[in-house]
């Protein structure tokens, strides 16, 4: 019987791990050099941290593989973590409230049930997560960190939307509707059902007209975002806030040159979120996104402490990272042929080539892997070494590892 495997999961080759290595290195690389500091958290955690404080929709909710942790007799729900913020917002409610400001960041995998398993149930992303300060300031340099990883693993033709949950909010808390009713439609809203509006009665005129202005918006719209606060907030001056709030964050993004796309119905995914939200897509392959959720740690239990982030996925990720950006540098490989007779003196010149940074293999098999420049033949006589360019291509006789290392430097 053939060995299948899981449904919905996938296998990484050796070559999608390289990528997925670069991408993980790349990320990881550019949120230390922002002074983002590394956290991992479990795997399993209490299913009520996703229930209790209502930070995932039922339909989330309803798409979490969860199950009985038993302990005696009174065993708890637990899950496979569907989500990233939300376990690094418990270690940061656990441990670290007292330190104030935190930049943290993580490379994790997350669980999602998809009932046709043709989507991977298995998501790999990187996050960076900003908590302890409430400002564009701190909005917009996760928004130029996640670029910057773009950037590094070589992507083009990056499309970064904006939108505002404050916004939308803003204007339903005037439509008379419940809690519950509103924080419904807003999602529905987010998620691009824009004919919700039709459905609604709201009890001023204007509002209804703000709403339809506000979501047909499309484009580079600070302009229009200043005639909106203009034309509404004298009668909605609710609104005024999260527009400041929006107009410094675009205007800013303007300022640093970059492009951007305003959208109020893109925020499909973002629950817990309370202030700008920003996604990025190449083509329409979604590839990250984030934003500010500054109720989500007082309603876990923590403290007032506003906070934003953002994950990039990994999955779609590795396959628009281009092969060419991967390439290992020729130089850097060395095939090592050896005989039974100089067994040590080639143990010996590997250990001093990988100390050096270079990568070094012993030929295993008749066929010579491929990509590589130099071949190094190692004897058990004069000349000790010799060393094939098969770039050039040329031979070198040498009488030491020293005289190797020496002509590879060059």
């Known amino acids: 019987m053939r060995v299948r495997r899981c449904k919905g999961t996938r296998d990484l080759s050796p070559e999608e791990m390289e990528r997925f290595r670069f991408i993980e290195g790349a990320f990881?690389?550019?949120?230390?050099?922002?002074g983002y500091e590394e956290v991992k958290t479990p795997t399993l955690e209490y299913l009520h941290l996703f229930t209790s404080t209502g930070t995932l929709t039922p339909s989330m909710l309803g798409r979490v593989y969860s199950f009985l942790d038993w302990d005696g007799w009174s065993g708890e729900r637990v899950v496979l973590r569907p989500d990233g913020t939300i376990p690094v917002a418990r270690?940061?409610?656990?441990?670290?409230?007292?330190?104030g400001l935190a930049k943290l960041f993580y490379i994790t995998n997350i669980f999602i049930f998809?009932?046709?398993?043709?989507?991977?149930?298995e998501r790999w992303q990187g996050g960076a997560e900003l908590i302890g300060v409430s400002s564009p300031l701190a909005d917009i340099e996760l928004v130029v960190l996640a670029l910057e990883v773009l950037k590094r693993v070589g992507l083009e033709g990056v499309e970064l939307k904006l939108s505002h949950v404050g916004l939308i909010r803003g204007l339903l808390l005037e439509s008379g509707l419940s809690p519950e009713e509103q924080a419904k439609i807003c999602d529905q809203i987010l998620d691009g059902d824009v004919k919700v509006l039709a459905r609604l009665k709201p009890k001023k005129p204007e509002l209804d007209e703000a709403l339809s202005l506000l979501l047909d918006l499309k484009g580079k719209s600070a302009g229009f975002l200043r005639s909106f606060?203009?034309?509404?907030?004298?009668?909605?001056?609710?609104?005024?806030?999260?527009?400041?709030?929006?107009?410094?964050?675009?205007?800013?993004?303007?300022?640093?040159?970059?492009?951007?796309?305003?959208?109020?119905?893109?925020?499909?995914?973002?629950?817990?979120?309370?202030?700008?939200?920003?996604?990025?897509?190449?083509g329409k392959e979604k590839i990250g996104g984030g934003g500010r959720y500054d109720a989500l740690i007082p309603l876990m239990g923590g403290r007032e402490v506003p906070a934003s982030g953002f994950a990039l996925y990994f999955d779609p990720l590795m396959n628009l990272v281009k092969p060419t950006t991967l390439t290992k540098s020729l130089a850097q490989r060395v095939l090592i042929k050896v005989g039974p007779e100089a067994?040590?003196?080639g143990f010996n010149i590997a250990s001093r080539l990988r100390e050096a940074g270079y990568v070094a293999e012993f030929k295993l098999e008749a066929k010579e892997p491929a990509s590589l420049r130099w071949v190094l033949d190692v004897r058990s006589k004069a000349p000790s070494f010799i060393l094939t360019d098969q770039v050039s291509p040329k031979r070198f006789e040498l009488r030491t590892a020293n005289e190797v290392l020496a002509l590879l430097s060059r």
Do not use: H
């Open 28 to 34: 990881r690389d550019c949120c230390l050099k922002w």
């Open 91 to 99: 270690l940061y409610i656990d441990s670290m409230q007292d330190k």
């Open 114 to 121: 998809e009932q046709t398993g043709k989507e991977t149930r």
């Open 229 to 282: 606060k203009v034309l509404f907030t004298p009668n909605l001056p609710e609104l005024v806030p999260p527009l400041d709030n929006f107009i410094t964050i675009v205007d800013i993004l303007e300022a640093l040159g970059y492009n951007y796309q305003i959208d109020l119905t893109s925020g499909r995914g973002f629950e817990y979120y309370t202030g700008v939200i920003f996604q990025l897509f190449i």
């Open 343 to 345: 067994i040590r003196q």
